[in-house]
């Protein structure tokens, strides 16, 4: 099955592409209406609890996603998948989970967009870094010939310019910025939510023969990254609700931008994108059901812990 899977492209023509291209600048965009310079000053006060969040996405997540791999041994389109996806920045709709499940919603802003700005240089890094460790996926990465400096220019264009853009016609006109934010971002992301449901439909056939190991690894690897940053948050003795925001921080990915750069950069190489497509599908599910279980058990600050 290793070699099939690897040998497999998936179908998304380049129209498909440039719009989801399109709608993930959107989603930036839609969201860069709703920042302000404030808000990064705000993520400034509280520095330990941003620091523990931004170490557990962008660090943390990829370090044990590579010890993940090794430990069971996926395909090497798989593995590589996986590793683009602990290496994406936050998925924004982390931010509304936060908020469900009682958590430390400013914090989780601050992260989420921070992660976002980091992105533009960890993403390339992390992929091309861990990715290299390993003989198979090292052999796709260079099969490919991927330049880490090209997909830096790809993720800065696909997340920054919306987010300056954004930014900019928030400050010049905030009374046009508060009026278009809600529509704009719950239409885009509903508009991407389709994309990458679109990606897995397109492609059924595949995900049909390939998905049951793919939904299985998919599990385990959202589970592990909203435990493992719950579960540093708690060592570093954060409060319940800051902890709760730093576990969706690390467990909720930009799936859109990973499956952008699968297209991209990776020719939609099989693994990879039966991978991120579907965590883009599972990571719903799994905020959904974890904020509804934490809704119904308010945050209680434990003894010793911090907020900051």
Not at 52 to 57: D, E, K, M, R
Not at 182 to 203: D, K
Request: aromatic content about 10%.
């Amino acid at each position: 099955m290793g070699e099939a899977i690897d040998q497999v492209r998936l179908n998304f023509n380049p129209q498909a592409q440039l719009g989801l291209g399109l709608v993930l600048a959107l989603v930036m965009f839609g969201i860069a209406l709703d920042l302000r310079v404030a808000d990064f000053k705000a993520a400034l006060r509280t520095p330990r609890a941003l620091a523990i969040g931004l170490v557990s996405h962008h660090l943390l997540f990829p370090a044990f996603t590579f010890v993940l791999i090794l430990i069971i041994k996926p395909m090497s389109s798989i593995g590589l998948g996986m590793l683009l996806v602990s290496s994406c920045p936050a998925g924004h709709i982390s931010n509304f989970f936060t908020h469900r499940a009682g958590g430390n919603a400013a914090l989780s802003v601050s992260i989420s967009t921070l992660s976002t700005v980091g992105a533009m240089f960890l993403t390339p890094l992390n992929v091309t870094f861990w990715g290299s460790l390993d003989p198979g996926m090292n052999a796709l990465l260079r099969s490919f010939s991927l330049d880490p400096v090209h997909m830096l220019i790809e993720v800065s264009m696909l997340l920054g310019l919306p987010l300056v853009a954004g930014m900019f016609i928030a400050h010049r006109f905030p009374a046009l910025a508060r009026k278009v934010h809600n529509p704009m971002r719950n239409f885009s992301l509903l508009v991407l939510i389709g994309f990458v449901v679109g990606a897995l439909v397109m492609n059924w056939a595949f995900f049909r023969e390939y998905g049951q190991f793919v939904v299985v690894v998919v599990f385990v690897h959202n589970a592990l990254a909203l435990a493992g940053g719950y579960g540093l948050a708690r060592a570093a003795k954060l409060s319940e609700r800051d902890c709760r925001a730093v576990a969706f921080e690390t467990g909720i990915q930009n799936s859109g931008l990973g499956l952008v750069l699968v297209f991209n950069f990776f020719g939609g190489l099989g693994g990879m994108a039966i991978v991120t497509a579907w965590w883009g599908i599972w990571h719903i599910v799994a905020g959904m059901t974890l904020s509804t279980w934490w809704m119904k058990h308010p945050p209680v600050a434990a003894a010793g812990a911090r907020h900051e």
